[in-house]
């Protein structure tokens, strides 16, 4: 059985408390879209968790979580989750946390286009949480972001880096006049952030296809409200 819980308003609904509640019935809990601009969070055993990447479902013992192919990740935002969890005493385990290789990652230079725009509009601006997410949709629509399977080739990560981190340069140096970036710059924070969630990278499409086909409970959680897809 599936089962997907969404906001029909603008987010900040309650949807984290009603999916932790659905979670006791559920095998698997799937993040299913959205980025770590935004988030849930939940009361468990007298300890309030902020939760932004990292499914709800994580706060159980026995459920299965995935970040989803929807989902904007954050490498560096993900990783600070992941650790301020595990301080929490949760555990976190590529058994237990699983991310799909068709998510897409959020790269810095989507993070200073973001601020970089918000800076440019002054009054005008629309109040980004200068998280990246806008300039990241913008390139996905235009298929130049870099793919979570894509941690597990680094060969050919670094090829296909290369070929948009020319384009993005592009936009930062003449639109404006910013810091551009070097390709050795980006692979060492691949390197680094990209290498802390490697392991969790798996094929999960595959994963949630033998979990349908064997019966299993599937709670699908999204993060933003529906009317912000408008």
């Known amino acids: 059985m599936n089962t997907l819980v969404i906001g029909s308003q603008w987010g900040d609904e309650g949807k984290g408390k009603v999916i932790d509640f659905l979670t006791e019935t559920a095998d698997l809990v799937v993040r299913s879209q959205g980025g770590s601009n935004a988030g849930h969070t939940v009361i468990a055993n007298g300890q309030k968790y902020v939760l932004h990447l990292v499914p709800s479902g994580i706060l159980w013992d026995n459920k299965v979580n995935i970040i989803g192919n929807g989902v904007v990740i954050n490498p560096t935002s993900l990783v600070e989750e992941i650790n301020y969890l595990l301080d929490k005493g949760v555990s976190i385990t590529p058994e237990k946390l699983l991310i799909s290789d068709r998510a897409t990652i ?3 230079y989507h993070k200073m286009l973001d601020e970089l725009e918000e800076d440019r ?11 990246g997410i806008a300039p990241f949709y913008s390139d996905k629509y235009q298929k130049k972001t870099v793919m979570a399977g894509e941690l597990l080739h680094p060969e050919y990560l670094k090829s296909h880096l290369a070929d948009i981190l ?8 003449r639109v404006y006049g910013a810091k551009t970036y070097t390709i050795d710059e980006i692979m060492a924070w691949i390197d680094d952030f990209g290498a802390k969630i490697r392991p969790y990278v798996r094929d999960t499409g595959a994963f949630l296809r033998k979990a349908q086909a064997e019966g299993k409970s599937i709670l699908f959680e999204a993060q933003l409200g529906a009317l912000r897809d408008l």
């Open 166 to 173: 020319e384009w993005k340069n592009l936009t930062l140096d």
């Open 121 to 131: 509009l002054g009054d005008k601006k629309f109040g980004s949480t200068r998280q």
């Open 106 to 108: 959020c790269m810095p």
